[in-house]
């Protein structure tokens, strides 16, 4: 089965750092895509950034560019968003999610539990 295990959320002040990560196993790595949404209360959910574990190109939604980086360690199946500069608007449950090829669609096969972020002004 496939499984997608997020951590690393917690509560930071603005300006502060986080780093997420997102612990994959029961697929083969190299076929899928993989990345990050989010959802805060009340909002719909958004697509933050993914990553084609094979070529390691990346996507990042035009809110966090600049701020967060996605990387991946095709060793241990994980992949990892790090967040600086951090905002209260990036106040959020975030949840890792994948999907079979190359490019992470609006709706992944498989999600994560979520790790919920905190940001206080």
């Known amino acids: 089965d496939v499984q997608l295990q997020a951590f690393g959320g917690g509560l930071v002040q603005a300006g502060g750092s986080l780093r997420l990560s997102c612990a994959a196993s029961?697929?083969?790595?190299?076929?899928?895509?993989i990345g990050w949404f989010r959802q805060a209360p009340g909002k719909e959910r958004e697509g933050v950034s993914c990553i084609d574990v094979n070529n390691g190109s990346t996507y990042y939604d035009d809110s966090v560019k600049g701020r967060f980086t996605i990387s991946k360690d095709n060793a241990k199946k994980m992949v990892y968003l790090q967040m600086n500069s951090l905002k209260p608007e990036d106040s959020a449950v975030y949840y890792c999610?994948?999907?079979?090829?190359?490019?992470?669609?609006?709706?992944?096969?498989?999600w994560g539990q979520g790790t919920l972020v905190t940001v206080s002004s």
């Open positions: 029961g697929f083969s790595w190299n076929d899928y895509a």
């Open positions: 999610a994948s999907n079979p090829g190359r490019i992470l669609t609006s709706t992944p096969n498989y």
